[in-house]
């Protein structure tokens, strides 16, 4: 089972010295990869429903909490480590220009000597959507078309064209190339049946957010049932999943008993397994609201936890 960790980038722990802090404790400590939460603009009364109804974190949707960049952030990132992988988890890919967004990833990739996962979203908060100007209704397609757009500027050795319903250009070449040959992966979050159609069509990887191991598997199948259909092995589609993990020592948390992974040294490794054992390689961690906390919590699961496992 491979471990990512959710950087600080959310509220007051959102500053240059704890990010660095976690992200080289990370890529010190051998975790698989750093990830990065995004929103874009935040409004005064919120009226839209949370996409994730089991989290208890809804206030950090609401304006005054601050959001850092995730773009900036995987930037600083790469500059400071040598082989953790940076993804962003997830990106509202309808809020951006895909030629924009496939430059700056490229250009990430290429720093980064290809350590850049590309987390894809479809976005939920309708007053965001508002404010950037995209119809709510048109984020599938808007997310689908993103990808290929990416991905056609990504592959192409020379100039190219694309002809969709919201992006048209004729040979045109990407100023910014990446260091992997077709570009980052991209993985796809969400966990409805839209979601795990679109991961089985375009994703490298599925984003699965707070589903418990006995929730995986159903949705495992439908995925391989899905990627079949779209002529794709289900076998090349990476599994992972996003949980909070709380120690068995004080920290600050901020999720109920029933979101967390807790306890033991034994019960966190026995819960972590029993993702491995449905088919689940990555788990992304949230741990605590306090830098010095998360970096606690990742030293005691590489010296008590992993071990075990």
């Not at 490229?106 to 980064?112: H, I, R």
Request: hydrophobic share 45%; proline share 7%; with cysteine.
């Amino acid at each position: 089972m491979k471990l990512g960790i959710a950087l600080p980038t959310v509220g007051p722990p959102g500053r240059r010295r704890y990010v660095l802090e976690v992200a080289t404790a990370a890529d010190r400590m051998g975790f698989d990869s750093v990830w990065v939460s995004s929103h874009v603009a935040l409004p005064r009364q919120r009226e839209s429903t949370c996409l994730y109804p089991r989290a208890k974190t809804a206030d950090a949707y609401n304006w005054g909490v601050a959001w850092l960049e995730p773009i900036a952030v995987m930037g600083l990132v790469a500059g400071v480590t040598e082989r953790v992988r940076i993804g962003t988890h997830v990106l509202a890919l309808p809020y951006r220009n895909p030629v924009i967004l496939a430059s700056e990833l490229a250009s990430l990739d290429q720093l980064s000597l290809g350590r850049i996962v590309l987390g894809a979203g479809i976005g939920w908060m309708d007053e965001e959507f508002r404010t950037v100007g995209v119809p709510r209704k048109q984020r599938g397609a808007r997310t689908d078309e993103s990808i290929e757009v990416m991905r056609t500027l990504w592959a192409a050795r020379r100039p190219t064209s694309f002809h969709g319903r919201f992006t048209d250009f004729d040979d045109m070449w990407l100023a910014s190339r990446p260091h992997s040959e077709q570009g980052p992966p991209v993985y796809v979050g969400g966990n409805t049946e839209a979601a795990l159609r679109r991961v089985a069509r375009l994703g490298e990887g599925w984003l699965a957010h707070e589903l418990y191991p006995e929730e995986i598997p159903p949705a495992r199948d439908t995925l391989a049932r899905f990627a079949e259909e779209a002529g794709r092995d289900p076998a090349g589609i990476e599994l992972t999943v996003r949980r909070a993990l709380v120690p068995p020592f004080e920290v600050m948390d901020f999720m109920s008993d029933r979101l967390s992974i807790r306890g033991t040294a034994e019960e966190v490794a026995e819960q972590l397994d029993a993702y491995r054992r449905v088919g689940v390689s990555l788990t992304v961690l949230d741990l605590s609201m306090r830098p010095a906390e998360i970096v606690e919590t990742m030293e005691w699961l590489v010296k008590d936890v992993l071990p075990l496992m």
